[in-house]
């Protein structure tokens, strides 16, 4: 196995553009930390507004010939990177607990997952086609073809550090579209190192480039007022994608908006409770509750609130908290202090408002950044916990009378990404895919994520979609052309 010496020496430290390593302007760095220790991992380079223009200039050179590749050579490539990810896997691993905290099987889980946007975008890239017809005047053929929308700027955020780069790489090059990564500056390493694990597999220079920098905006902003980009995807919290889709007017940009949620997970009198625990768990604690698909809201029905509570919170005094990369760690550090400081008075503000805190829900002694796990019942309206997105591992709970009653507290909510529900009966499980305002559901599961199916919100919690058959027209415009027939 690798050691965490000898893998941060194989990271690469520059920006990656136009295929070559270089430092920034200035030779300008910024520091990675890892959560668990507070201690620097690397130095990278910090990109200045100048090397953000130079990857624009790179994409956009890049573009004509990347699209007239053909469709097959572009998925081969692919393939050959999800390939190479596999060969890699340990060291990915390791590398994402190291910068982001996440324990390592979880880190292990997320190049599963993130490797099959690689294969399964590899597959999609040939299956492109458009249609052919005749007018129904009968007076002329009309064709429908399928293009590359162009270069395009994908920003990511830091808690999939993997996953949210190749949702948008893979559907972005299998569609013959040139890139510019911008990785969240919390955990870049990720995204460098994949970078190199591209070239590896051949891909041509120019058509991904990496930056990295402390000053995202600024960086940011010339790149999305460039006449020649023309497509903005944007994973991260609400506040900022609804700037980026301000930006994105001045040049009517395509946007893709993978935003905040806030996820309601409803457990009816007639759930199978042993089901709904074990989902419950997976919703709320994988990645340490930082993800924009946990659970935020638990919604559980009043005859049995008072054993899934009772239930829950047994599971979460047996959860280990430490490094991700000691063996049996569910729990690691949150992203960094801010995270820390949050989650704690979230918790504060529940219970100030009338909330039983039965477990956790205090920062723990350091170094690292870390957080005990907390289960509050009896949540009170109004409590910021309901209207935020908790991002921490703080599972709060409210109860519920009727049906009704319940949907209405799940779509009590300006976010629209996934809600969970739990109930045996069919009809009613029906009768939620119609009821719940979100752009994903899971039905009797706490785990939803699949590189087969579209991801993606409603609400403020998106545009767009990544991932399945949908995801790779996020790159893709539609041409039609008339001419005489025959
Ligand atoms: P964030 O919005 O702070 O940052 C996301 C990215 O945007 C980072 O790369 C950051 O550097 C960059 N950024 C920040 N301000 C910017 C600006 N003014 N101009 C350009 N870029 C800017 O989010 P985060 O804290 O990194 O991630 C957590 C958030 O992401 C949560 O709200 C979570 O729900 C959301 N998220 C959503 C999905 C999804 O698919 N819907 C997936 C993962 C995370």
């Given at each position: 196995m690798i050691t965490e010496k000898e893998l941060l020496a194989k990271i690469p430290t520059g920006l990656f553009i136009n295929g070559t390593w270089r430092a920034a302007a200035g030779e300008k760095t910024l520091d990675v930390y890892d959560p668990a220790t507070g201690e620097v991992l690397l130095a990278i380079a910090d990109a200045s507004v100048a090397d953000g223009a130079a990857a624009m200039d790179a994409a956009a050179a890049a573009q004509a010939s990347w699209a007239a590749t053909p469709a097959r050579a572009r998925g081969e490539i692919l393939r050959r990177a999800f390939d190479l990810l596999q060969e890699r896997r340990e060291e990915f691993a390791l590398l994402m607990t190291l910068e982001m905290g996440k324990p390592l099987a979880e880190a292990n889980g997320e190049v599963t997952y993130g490797g099959e946007f690689l294969r399964w975008f590899s597959e999609e890239a040939a299956r492109l086609s458009g249609r052919y017809g005749v007018n129904p005047e009968g007076t002329g053929t009309m064709t429908v073809s399928l293009h590359p929308v162009g270069p395009s700027f994908l920003i990511t955020p830091w808690n999939f550090p993997l996953a949210m780069a190749t949702r948008k790489i893979a559907p972005a090059l299998a569609a013959g579209c040139t890139v510019v990564l911008k990785p969240a500056a919390l955990t870049p390493l990720t995204s460098l190192y994949f970078a190199q694990l591209l070239a590896d597999a051949g891909l041509p220079a120019g058509v991904v480039n990496v930056v990295t920098t402390s000053s995202s905006s600024a960086v940011s902003g010339p790149i999305i007022s460039d006449s020649r980009l023309r497509k903005l995807s944007f994973t991260g919290s609400t506040g900022v994608g609804q700037s980026l889709i301000t930006q994105s007017a001045e040049n009517v940009l395509r946007t893709s908006m993978e935003l905040g949620g806030n996820a309601p997970f409803i457990v009816f009198e007639d759930a199978d409770l042993d089901a709904a625990v074990e989902g419950a768990l997976a919703a709320k604690f994988r990645n340490i509750g930082q993800a924009c698909t946990a659970a935020n809201r638990f919604i559980v029905h009043e005859s049995v609130v008072a054993e899934f509570t009772e239930r829950i919170v047994e599971r979460v005094r047996a959860m280990k908290i430490g490094?991700?990369?000691?063996?049996?760690?569910t729990i690691g550090p949150l992203i960094d202090d801010r995270a820390v400081a949050k989650a704690t008075e979230l918790v504060n503000d529940a219970v100030e408002r009338g909330a039983t805190l039965h477990i956790g829900g205090a920062a723990l002694e350091g170094p690292g950044s870390y957080f005990s796990p907390a289960v509050l019942s009896d949540v009170r309206p109004g409590s910021d916990i309901l209207r935020e997105e908790i991002f921490g591992p703080v599972l709060a709970i409210v109860s519920f009378s009727t049906e009704e009653e319940g949907v209405a507290l799940a779509n009590d909510t300006e976010y629209g990404l996934v809600s969970y529900v739990f109930t045996q009966s069919a009809a009613r499980g029906q009768r939620m895919i119609g009821a719940l305002e979100t752009g994903m559901m899971g039905l009797n599961v706490g785990v939803i994520s699949n590189a087969a199916a579209p991801f993606g919100g409603v609400k403020q919690s998106g545009i767009g979609r990544e991932g399945?058959?949908?995801?790779i027209h996020e790159y893709l415009y539609t041409k039609y052309t008339m001419a005489p027939l025959g």
């Open positions: 490094r991700g990369t000691e063996e049996g760690v399945g058959a949908e995801g």
